[in-house]
């Protein structure tokens, strides 16, 4: 429970540090991905046309929200985690602590701002007549959760791996750029050329934004095989992360 | 937990820091660390420690510096992994390992007493009720609220101290950092350390300040190039230290040749204390002490012979020549002139001390020559200073149960 208890302490003080000395405070958490959201919708409505296909299709805006955010918390997290260690290095090497506690903080930190922000976006389109379905919103945050879980194994990685190799934390930015346009975010999967549509399949990612279109929107199927395959993966690259972060864990402070 | 309960204990322990020069060298230690090998090359800072603290025991940590104190203090409180052996820590720990460790200069005292209070394992309503008694014992007034980083380093030791003072630890374990305080607050720290060690408090103290040391432990550990070299009764351990500091300072003394090529008027054959040769004499408190040296004469005359005493720092405690006594050096033979003094029941206090021996001309004006021996006086006194002065007091004895008890 001392874990926990500090755990809480810094994710406390992290949501507090990026607001610290804002005028807006708390409102920067939902103003960042709604400025996005709206950036991205005028260019992909009014300059690039884009539609999203199928015949009673939503439209483009929740489309898009309803993966942005989520890609949000999921980018965010593991950036602010990969050099988490190495922030704290004073910290970390003058007082005894479970280390994993930080990157986990860390993490939790982000998906908690950005989750209130999915709540919020969701809620404010429902109102603005979007037809989506609330009562799915608490299953579309169960897989925030798993989703959490996926990014906190990469976190465990990158954090740790980041203590010896400095070039992780800025070549991580260009990756998931990378990863951001290779995953159905601005785009539904029918969009792409037949023959590349499975390829979606490798990206652990994928699953997330059209589930959650599935089920918030109803716009493509829920699939249950699609969900435990994602299931199986987030569980398997947190005990993958954690592993690695175990095992460099006490030569941090060699490296620090 | 009995009163003899262990509390820290370290067996074989050891430490070696792995060699990283270029950014190739990281990329071959991960490698390494993933296959779950150990470190390619490693220098090792700390080989085979073995001590065992046991509740209530007060433990002084002396050597020089970079023999490895920090880093045990490092391994006890967990904060380092070893690399070989094994460390056993019963006990919750109050660390006061560096100046501000653990705090996080952007934030204020006030969040920075919230963070130690969580990285101990306190709520937030027992972190809370601490706060009003850290905030008085830190006493650093409105720059509670300011970040630390405005801090200077005294207030800094003051808010660390406070604050581990609050959580009352089971083992206190502390690096130099009494040093920095200003006066009135060492006093008050070395206050708190010695109510806690009354009320059955565990420390483990890493301190360059014998004196601090012989004040707060009563066993000490000599640690010399990562390895022990003198564990024990906290005055034979700092003695043996002081002794053996000296004798490094001995060794570096100047070297004769150039002085004796120039020929002088006078110069010393030999000094020694005791008839100890050159070595360094280690003295009982109250024992006699005798000086002796031979001095050559170039011309024949006679010389006046100064001895002086000086704390190992340097601060004169004695001196007197032959001159001032009214005295001559003997001649042995020829041209050799040998002066002998001695000092009955000496009255100086425990510690480490240099005798020298310098000749002069007859005259008593020029000096030609000095030579240095290591003096360590040993015994238990607590007085302060270098001399026992003869005293008197006009009070009353304790009554005589108390004394059978102390």
């Known amino acids: ?256 | 937990m009995s009163a003899t309960a262990v509390l820290a204990e370290t067996r074989g322990l050891g430490k070696s820091y792995p060699l990283v020069f270029r950014s190739r060298d990281r990329l071959r230690a991960l490698w390494h660390l993933l296959a779950g090998r150990g470190h390619a090359d490693s220098v090792a800072v700390l080989k085979d420690v073995n001590i065992c603290v046991r509740r209530g025991e007060s433990l002084g940590l002396i050597g020089e510096n970079g023999a490895g104190k920090s880093t045990l203090l490092k391994l006890l409180t967990g904060v380092l992994t070893p690399s070989s052996g094994s460390v056993t820590v019963n006990a919750r720990v109050g660390a006061l390992l560096e100046l501000g460790a653990g705090f996080h200069p952007e934030y204020s005292g006030r969040d920075n007493i919230a963070l130690a209070a969580a990285l101990y394992g306190l709520d937030a309503t027992e972190a809370r009720a601490k706060l009003p008694e850290i905030i008085e014992f830190a006493d650093i007034g409105r720059y509670i609220d300011e970040p630390v980083k405005h801090y200077s380093s005294g207030m800094v030791v003051r808010l660390g101290f406070a604050i581990v003072a609050a959580l009352k630890p089971d083992l206190l374990i502390t690096d130099e950092v009494l040093a920095v305080g200003d006066e009135a607050f060492q006093k008050k720290c070395v206050r708190w350390i010695e109510d806690y060690l009354e009320a059955g408090g565990t420390l483990i103290l890493v301190s360059h300040s014998m004196y601090h040391v012989q004040k707060l432990c009563r066993q000490a550990c000599w640690i010399k190039h990562g390895e022990i070299a003198a564990s024990g009764d906290v005055y034979s351990v700092t003695q043996a230290y002081q002794a053996y500091q000296e004798s490094k300072s001995a060794a570096a003394a100047p070297d004769r040749r150039e002085l004796l090529a120039q020929n002088p008027e006078f110069h010393l054959l030999d000094f020694s204390l005791n008839e100890s040769g050159a070595a360094p004499l280690v003295l009982a408190q109250g024992a006699t002490l005798r000086a002796r040296a031979r001095v050559q004469s170039r011309d024949g005359r006679v010389p006046v012979v100064v001895f002086g005493i000086v704390r190992a720092d340097g601060t004169p405690v004695y001196g007197v020549s032959s001159e001032m006594d009214g005295v001559q050096p003997q001649r042995e033979s020829g041209d050799v002139y040998v002066a002998e003094i001695v000092f009955p029941e000496v009255a100086l206090l425990p510690g480490a001390y240099v005798v020298k021996a310098h000749p002069l001309d007859p005259e008593a004006i020029r000096l030609f020559d000095t030579l240095e021996r290591a003096l360590t006086v040993s015994g238990q006194s607590r007085e302060f200073g270098l001399v026992r002065l003869r005293h008197e007091w006009a009070a009353a004895e304790l009554p005589a149960q108390k004394l059978a008890v102390s």
């Open chain 1, 1 to 256: 429970m001392p874990a926990f208890r500090l755990a809480l302490h810094f994710i406390r003080r992290d949501i507090r540090n990026r607001y610290l000395g804002s005028f807006s405070g708390g409102l920067w958490a939902l103003a960042q991905p709604l400025i996005q959201l709206a950036v991205y919708g005028f260019v992909f409505v009014y300059v690039f046309n884009a539609k999203v296909p199928g015949a009673n299709a939503p439209g483009y805006v929740p489309f898009l929200a309803l993966g942005l955010w989520p890609w949000v918390a999921f980018s965010e997290g593991i950036t602010r985690a990969t050099t988490v260690i190495q922030d704290n290095a004073p910290l970390i090497n003058k007082v005894a602590m479970p280390r994993q506690v930080l990157v986990f903080a860390a993490v939790a930190s982000s998906f908690l701002v950005h989750g209130v922000g999915f709540c919020a976006i969701t809620l404010a389109l429902r109102a603005f007549g979007v037809p989506l379905d609330l009562l799915a919103l608490p299953i579309a945050l169960t897989g925030l959760v798993q989703l959490f879980l996926l990014a906190l194994g990469l976190a465990f990685m990158c954090a740790a791996v980041q203590v010896f190799v400095r070039d992780l934390a800025p070549a991580l930015p260009q990756l998931l750029m990378l990863w951001m346009f290779a995953s159905p975010i601005f785009y539904a999967r029918e969009s792409l050329p037949l023959r590349y549509q499975h390829w979606l399949d490798f990206n652990p990612f994928a699953y997330y934004p059209e589930q959650f279109r599935a089920l918030l929107l109803h716009s493509g199927v829920f699939s249950l095989r699609a969900e435990v395959l994602a299931l199986l993966l987030a569980a398997l690259a947190l005990a993958f992360g954690l592993t690695v972060f175990r095992r460099l864990n006490p030569h941090f402070e060699d490296f620090l």
